[in-house]
């Protein structure tokens, strides 16, 4: 996903700046991480208050297995509900969401 698309996706929330990182991009609101390219996927920020929203809206949560331990390690960050790609007002709400948790997470 290229810088404008993403720059587009988030222009409800308001100005995001992106940053690479990794094999990905980290997506910020005033300083705050709020979303990630990872392996060509957008990701969504989240948290305790907002992971029942995720699931009940579909979204997956990016887990991955330790390689070591071999235990299954779950990240704070979820899939882009259905249809908010083509939605830009229902990307906003998932977008404030999201980076609400960041702020919470930056406490």
């Known amino acids: 996903m290229d810088d404008e698309r993403i720059r587009e996706l988030f222009d409800g929330l308001g100005a995001v ?6 094999s990905g991009k980290g997506i910020y609101h005033q300083g705050v991480i709020f979303a990630l390219i990872l392996r060509g996927e957008l990701m969504l920020k989240g ?7 995720y699931e009940a809206a ?4 990016w887990t991955y297995r330790h390689k070591r331990h071999g235990k299954e390690v779950a990240m704070p960050y979820w899939t882009v509900p259905d249809g908010a790609l083509d939605d830009p007002d229902e990307m906003t709400v998932w977008a404030r969401k999201a980076y609400e948790a960041g702020l919470r997470a930056g406490k």
């Open 58 to 61: 579909g979204a997956k949560r």
């Open 47 to 53: 948290d305790d208050a907002v992971a029942a929203d």
């Open 17 to 22: 700046s992106i940053r690479r990182m990794f």
